[in-house]
């Protein structure tokens, strides 16, 4: 069974870039029968999907993150990234990276979610 866990800061200053990692197990992120994802959840709020890798390693945005999100893919590593730049203290979020066939409501593989701070 495919496992996702997310892994990067827990605490991030404003104005400066969150990196995070996702390692995946027993699945391989090359492959096109699931879309990539990152999706947050602010404290209080609903979950916000991010964005994607899919079919090919040009990722898909949420557009009012496409300015400062960045998606990838490492094939040798089996890791999916997430930098998002320019942080403010509304990007505090609990961060997940999932899997999910195209075409499904529900997503198939869940990280366990890491907690994300932004603060000075």
């Known amino acids: 069974q495919v496992q996702l866990q997310e892994v990067g800061p827990g605490l991030v200053k404003p104005s400066q870039t969150l990196s995070l990692t996702c390692t995946v197990s027993?699945?391989?992120?090359?492959?096109?029968?699931?879309?990539w994802t990152w999706i947050r959840q602010p404290p209080g709020k609903q979950l916000e999907w991010m964005g994607h890798?899919?079919?090919?390693?040009?990722?898909s945005y949420m557009p009012s993150l496409q300015s400062r999100a960045f998606i990838s893919r490492d094939t040798s590593k089996n890791q999916l990234t997430l930098q998002l730049y320019s942080v403010t203290p509304e990007d505090t979020a609990v961060y997940y990276c999932?899997?999910?066939?195209?075409?499904?409501?529900?997503?198939?593989?869940w990280g366990q979610g890491i907690q994300v701070t932004v603060s000075s």
């Open positions: 027993g699945g391989s992120i090359s492959s096109n029968n699931y879309a």
């Open positions: 999932a899997a999910k066939r195209p075409g499904t409501s529900d997503y198939d593989y």
């Open positions: 890798i899919h079919n090919n390693d040009i990722p």
